[in-house]
């Protein structure tokens, strides 16, 4: 075993959209950052887990940090630049890549890895950021309320390396740096009876968590047969209904998150559209009506002809919700075989696309659809990481709850206000169906701004949460998971490390001082990060 030891003044375990954000925060404050993940490619749930952005209906006006729109921005410019796009669609403004509907902006996720890349790359040079990949943390040490090294192991299990900072950021996952340093954290359901919450079970449930969705992108051949082996599971999903689901989980037809009537969508890999007419709103609905367009990541419409033989498509659809267990907190066998099973029902999934799928011409199957793993960087076709909808949750001095954000439960749509905001954030309460056998829950959301008190863990004074594990409950977790909270929570992260460090105060003590508070926020504000909505109204 080779062991190696290094210090920072910041460390961040999880480079995901977080942690890209808290590190990037951290560079830009003076700090010294070492950043550690996972797998390849850093931006976890845009990249790595190759889903496109999730966002508000404003995001192109105001909504968002600067440099989260420095990304978005990023991205198109990587497209304009790299791309033979019709010329209408790259003088657009709102260039949107893929015209999907869940998103004013969908992509393919290997140009967020190179548009992240080059946001970071800079301060490799200098060697004020060093990068770590292919590495999980495995322990920690804690010095009373204070985490003083974190030792990381890699995945081929040779080599463990300990890194001393003043301060840590758990940007991962799943927050697997809470059990490691000893932080009270919180997992699945909280009961009506804690939080007050209408949407809560009555008594909460540690094992009840969101699905996850090992997800992948497809593109199609028409007169060609690209059909895989029979999965080994596929006689299993195929005859798997959910009680609730109103069908096989194999099919079309699904519950309407919002209503919960029962729902077949449409799917049509020969659709014509032209997608510059297409518009992602999400007030109108989530836009899964017709599965092609819903989440495409590249139309074959934006370019020249003969650049593309067809759209690409991003799969992350009910369909592969993965409701047999829970991997938080799971031995290492039980996770193994849940993830497994979860990568089985995609290839299954995929499978009866090809073989069973109703067609428009009242014939069955789509042999012509490929899994398009160079898409998103592997070999087995799947994304490289599962999509991670719930996270452990800290014990944080502040918890945002379902009364904070529901339009139904505060009476109005206007912004939910915090005198201690770091940033703002839009969505819906939106929570897919449970490993408990919990239905959709969707609730309409007031626009929100960010407490930093739900970034301060109860006891630990130098943990900072840097993405799904702030101080939310599992309901409100459906509003702040998504892609641009994320990146803001993190950022949010990374300045409080590096002004703490300036100012040698804990992030308590930022809080809870009126004049620190202050000059905290205005550092926010000058690097472009909005503490507060316009006047406007959540849906």
Same mark, same amino acid.
């Given at each position: 075993?080779?062991?190696?030891?290094?210090?920072?003044?910041?460390?961040?375990?999880?480079?995901?959209? &977080?942690?890209?954000?808290?590190?990037?925060?951290? %560079?830009?404050?003076?700090?010294?950052?070492? +950043?550690?993940?996972?797998?390849?490619? %850093?931006?976890?749930?845009?990249?790595?887990? $190759?889903v496109?952005?999730?966002?508000? *209906?404003?995001?192109?006006?105001?909504?968002?940090?600067?440099?989260?729109?420095?990304? /978005?921005?990023?991205?198109?410019?990587?497209?304009?630049?790299?791309y033979?796009?019709?010329?209408?669609v790259?003088?657009?403004a709102?260039?949107?890549?893929?015209?999907?509907?869940?998103?004013?902006?969908?992509?393919?996720?290997?140009?967020?890895?190179?548009?992240?890349?080059a946001?970071?790359?800079?301060?490799?040079?200098?060697?004020?950021?060093?990068?770590?990949?292919?590495?999980?943390?495995?322990? $920690?040490?804690?010095?009373?309320? =204070?985490?003083?090294?974190?030792?990381?192991?890699?995945?081929?299990?040779?080599?463990?390396? *300990?890194?001393?900072?003043?301060?840590?950021?758990?940007?991962?996952?799943?927050?697997d740096?809470?059990? +490691?340093?000893?932080?009270?954290?919180?997992?699945? *359901?909280?009961?009506?009876?804690?939080? &007050?919450?209408?949407?809560?079970p009555?008594?909460?449930? @540690?094992?009840?968590?969101?699905?996850?969705?090992?997800?992948?992108?497809?593109?199609?051949?028409?007169?060609?047969?690209?059909?895989?082996?029979?999965?080994?599971?596929?006689?299993?999903?195929?005859?798997?209904?959910?009680?609730?689901?109103?069908?096989?989980?194999?099919?079309?037809t699904?519950?309407?998150?919002?209503?919960?009537?029962?729902?077949?969508?449409?799917?049509?890999? +020969?659709?014509?559209?032209?997608?510059?007419t297409?518009?992602?709103?999400? /007030?109108?609905?989530?836009?899964d009506e017709?599965?092609?367009?819903?989440?495409?990541?590249? @139309?074959?419409?934006?370019?020249?002809?003969?650049?593309?033989?067809?759209?690409?498509?991003?799969?992350?659809?009910?369909?592969?919700?993965?409701?047999? #267990?829970?991997?938080?907190?799971?031995d290492?066998?039980?996770?193994?075989?849940?993830?497994?099973?979860?990568?089985?029902?995609?290839?299954?999934?995929?499978?009866?696309?090809?073989?069973?799928?109703?067609?428009?011409?009242? #014939?069955?199957?789509?042999?012509?659809?490929?899994? =398009?793993?160079?898409?998103?960087?592997?070999?087995?076709?799947? @994304?490289?990481?599962?999509?991670?909808?719930?996270? /452990?949750?800290?014990?944080?001095?502040?918890?945002?709850?379902?009364?904070?954000?529901?339009?139904?439960?505060?009476?109005?749509?206007?912004p @939910?206000?915090?005198?201690?905001?770091?940033?703002?954030?839009?969505? /819906?309460?939106?929570?897919?169906?449970?490993t #408990?056998?919990?239905?959709?829950?969707?609730?309409?959301?007031?626009?929100?701004?960010?407490?930093?008190?739900?970034?301060i863990?109860? =006891?630990?004074?130098?943990?900072?949460?840097?993405?799904?594990?702030?101080?939310?409950?599992?309901? *409100?977790?459906?509003?702040?998971? %998504?892609?641009p909270?994320e990146?803001?929570?993190?950022?949010?992260?990374?300045?409080?490390?590096?002004?703490?460090?300036?100012?040698?105060?804990?992030?308590?003590?930022?809080r809870?001082?009126? =004049?620190?508070l202050?000059?905290?926020?205005?550092?926010?504000?000058?690097? #472009?990060?909005?503490?507060?909505?316009?006047?406007?109204?959540?849906?």
């Amino acid at each position: 075993m080779n062991r190696t030891s290094l210090s920072t003044e910041v460390l961040v375990v999880g480079g995901g959209m &977080g942690g890209v954000s808290a590190a990037l925060a951290a %560079l830009r404050g003076g700090k010294r950052v070492i +950043l550690t993940e996972e797998y390849q490619w %850093l931006g976890g749930q845009l990249t790595s887990q $190759a889903v496109p952005m999730d966002e508000h *209906t404003w995001v192109e006006q105001f909504g968002v940090t600067a440099s989260y729109q420095e990304l /978005r921005e990023g991205i198109r410019d990587y497209y304009r630049d790299n791309y033979p796009l019709l010329q209408k669609v790259k003088d657009r403004a709102d260039l949107n890549p893929g015209a999907g509907l869940v998103s004013r902006l969908c992509a393919e996720p290997r140009v967020a890895v190179a548009v992240i890349d080059a946001l970071l790359a800079r301060y490799l040079g200098s060697q004020q950021l060093t990068i770590i990949k292919s590495v999980v943390p495995l322990s $920690a040490e804690v010095d009373g309320t =204070r985490v003083t090294s974190v030792t990381l192991a890699s995945l081929a299990g040779d080599t463990e390396t *300990t890194i001393t900072a003043d301060y840590v950021l758990d940007a991962t996952e799943l927050g697997d740096l809470l059990p +490691l340093t000893g932080a009270e954290y919180v997992t699945g *359901t909280e009961g009506r009876d804690e939080t &007050g919450e209408p949407s809560a079970p009555e008594v909460g449930d @540690a094992e009840n968590v969101q699905a996850l969705s090992w997800c992948f992108v497809l593109d199609h051949v028409d007169g060609e047969d690209h059909t895989i082996p029979k999965p080994a599971s596929y006689d299993y999903w195929r005859n798997y209904a959910p009680e609730f689901w109103g069908a096989p989980l194999l099919s079309l037809t699904a519950p309407h998150p919002r209503t919960l009537e029962i729902v077949t969508r449409s799917f049509n890999p +020969l659709v014509n559209d032209d997608p510059t007419t297409q518009l992602a709103d999400q /007030r109108a609905g989530g836009g899964d009506e017709e599965l092609w367009v819903f989440r495409r990541i590249l @139309a074959k419409g934006n370019l020249t002809d003969g650049h593309l033989q067809g759209d690409l498509v991003l799969v992350n659809w009910p369909m592969i919700d993965y409701l047999d #267990g829970n991997i938080i907190d799971a031995d290492a066998a039980s996770r193994a075989r849940h993830l497994e099973a979860s990568r089985q029902l995609s290839y299954s999934f995929f499978y009866w696309l090809q073989t069973e799928a109703p067609r428009p011409d009242g #014939g069955t199957g789509w042999p012509g659809l490929r899994l =398009r793993g160079d898409i998103t960087g592997t070999e087995h076709g799947l @994304a490289m990481a599962p999509y991670i909808r719930e996270s /452990r949750r800290i014990r944080a001095e502040y918890t945002v709850v379902e009364g904070d954000l529901s339009i139904a439960a505060r009476g109005h749509g206007q912004p @939910a206000t915090y005198p201690d905001t770091v940033g703002v954030g839009m969505y /819906r309460i939106d929570l897919h169906p449970s490993t #408990g056998g919990d239905n959709y829950i969707d609730v309409a959301s007031a626009p929100f701004e960010i407490p930093l008190g739900a970034m301060i863990p109860v =006891r630990l004074d130098n943990l900072l949460p840097a993405g799904k594990n702030v101080g939310t409950t599992h309901i *409100t977790n459906g509003a702040f998971r %998504l892609h641009p909270v994320e990146w803001n929570i993190g950022e949010a992260a990374g300045w409080l490390a590096a002004f703490c460090l300036d100012h040698a105060v804990d992030p308590r003590v930022v809080r809870n001082t009126p =004049r620190l508070l202050e000059e905290f926020q205005s550092l926010l504000t000058t690097r #472009g990060v909005e503490l507060h909505w316009p006047d406007v109204t959540g849906y």
